[in-house]
């Protein structure tokens, strides 16, 4: 009798303990809420029907806290994504010396992730320790695609470019970043995507002077200042309209001037 019960006491042990390990390596997730991962937990994002799971850091050189480097170091992890019913390897990497989550993408989604524990000086991070800080969210219609400017000013009083300049816009969902040409001089920007809001960070751009066709570097300022105070906008697959301070706007097709 007693030896039976002990049976009985050990099965149930048993599959008390894998269902609490099945529960806890499997989570839910929400398209764009932060959720984090130990290594080799999954989690699910059930209305996109996709699955992240953690499944190594490959190598942590990231420069610790408190030394001085040369070199500001990385991490690489690995992820299994499950999609559609096909599975798929991807490697992060994330710079050192940074609190900035860095931004990959896969298919139509962008990942934004952040690895920590950071390195400390004299002090081991074990494998177990180790969490992959996610938030996953589908890419913007804008992101991805070239975008050439057609005309630009006052809502009501639009102007069109000077004849023989082009100026584009690529927004890279992968970095986070927009670029193009402003007509003389190329320009890059980090910018931030939130419902159909639009704001353009840190702009910088090289620092060539045209002399011809004859105001492109005051139609160059003019589109610059425009797309720094970037509001908001609004698309299709073939348009872009970007509404910036003051009742300024920016429009934008997929096709060249000539097409």
């Known amino acids: ?77 690995t992820v299994e994504i499950t999609y559609l019913e096909s599975l798929h390897r991807k490697t992060l990497t994330q710079p050192g010396l940074t609190e900035e989550p860095s931004r990959d993408a896969f298919k139509e989604y962008i990942i934004t992730f952040n690895v920590q524990p950071y390195p400390e000086l004299e002090k081991e991070i074990k494998t177990n320790e180790y969490r992959l800080q996610l938030v996953i969210e589908k890419k913007s219609m804008i992101e991805d695609t070239k975008w050439f400017l057609r005309s630009f000013g006052e809502q009501n009083n639009l102007k069109t470019l000077i004849a023989g300049t082009e100026i584009t816009a690529t927004f890279d969902s992968a970095k986070g970043e927009i670029s193009g040409s402003a007509g003389c001089n190329t320009y890059f920007a980090r910018y931030e995507i939130t419902d159909n809001r639009l704001t353009i960070l840190e702009m910088a751009y090289t620092e060539m002077a045209c002399l011809s066709p004859e105001g492109v570097m005051q139609q160059e300022q003019g589109f610059l200042s425009m797309l720094a105070n970037a509001q908001s906008f609004q698309s299709d697959d073939t348009t872009l309209t970007v509404f910036c301070s003051d009742g300024q706007q920016l429009y934008f097709t997929t096709a060249t001037r000539n097409q």
């Open 1 to 77: 009798m007693m030896v039976r019960i002990f049976i009985l006491f050990v099965t149930f042990m048993l599959v008390f303990s894998f269902g609490c390990t099945s529960q806890t390596n499997e989570i839910r997730a929400d398209l764009g809420q932060e959720f984090n991962l130990h290594i080799g937990q999954t989690a699910f994002i059930e209305d996109e029907q996709i699955k992240f799971k953690f499944v190594e850091v490959v190598a942590d050189s990231r420069c610790a806290k408190g030394a001085t480097c040369i070199w500001q170091g990385e991490i690489t992890c």
